[in-house]
Each structure stands twice: as structure tokens, then as C-alpha cells.
């Protein structure tokens, strides 16, 4: 699935919408996913915007949004 519904779906990656190895690594994921237990969403995305996401430390982020909170980078990818 593409992009979250209305109400915020539980796992959420959100990630540079620019960075190529994130869109590698985000189709990676979803093709590994065939419970759709992952929502995807860029940074760029108005989701994200309107949940006031940004790309921190910097551009080439990824973001993990768990019901017990958040992790960002490598703990992210080690978590997923």
C-alpha cells in the first residue's frame, strides 16, 4: 500500500522521496510485505507534512513510526 487511509495505519515508514536507495529499498520492503502490515510515505507527502515529519538529521532519512514510538536510519532497517 501505497499511502496511509484516513486514520494512522500502526507501522509507517516514511522516507526522502529524492534518495534512490530509499525508493530501492522502500519497493524491497514491499514486496516482502504481502500482509500490508507497512503504510509508505515520503517526507514530500502531505500526510507526513501534516504530521510535521521532516527529514532529520538530514536528506537520505528513513523513519519508522511503531505504535511504541520511533526509530530512524539503520535501527529502522535493523527493526524492520
Same mark, same amino acid.
Given at each position: 500500500?501505497?499511502?496511509?487511509?484516513?486514520?494512522?495505519?500502526?507501522?509507517?515508514?516514511?522516507?526522502? =522521496?529524492?534518495?534512490?536507495?530509499?525508493? @530501492?529499498?522502500?519497493?524491497?520492503?514491499?514486496?516482502? !510485505?504481502? !500482509?500490508?502490515?507497512?503504510?509508505?510515505?515520503?517526507?514530500?507527502?502531505?500526510?507526513?507534512?501534516?504530521?510535521?515529519?521532516?527529514?532529520?538529521?538530514?536528506?537520505?532519512?528513513?523513519?519508522?513510526?511503531?505504535?511504541? =514510538?520511533?526509530?530512524?536510519?539503520?535501527?529502522?532497517?535493523? @527493526?524492520?
Amino acid at each position: 500500500q501505497s499511502s496511509p487511509a484516513s486514520s494512522d495505519p500502526q507501522w509507517v515508514v516514511v522516507y526522502d =522521496g529524492v534518495c534512490h536507495l530509499c525508493h @530501492f529499498w522502500v519497493r524491497w520492503v514491499h514486496r516482502r !510485505d504481502p !500482509d500490508g502490515r507497512f503504510w509508505f510515505a515520503s517526507f514530500d507527502s502531505q500526510w507526513a507534512q501534516a504530521r510535521g515529519l521532516r527529514p532529520d538529521p538530514g536528506p537520505d532519512t528513513l523513519l519508522l513510526i511503531t505504535p511504541a =514510538g520511533r526509530l530512524v536510519r539503520s535501527a529502522a532497517i535493523a @527493526f524492520i
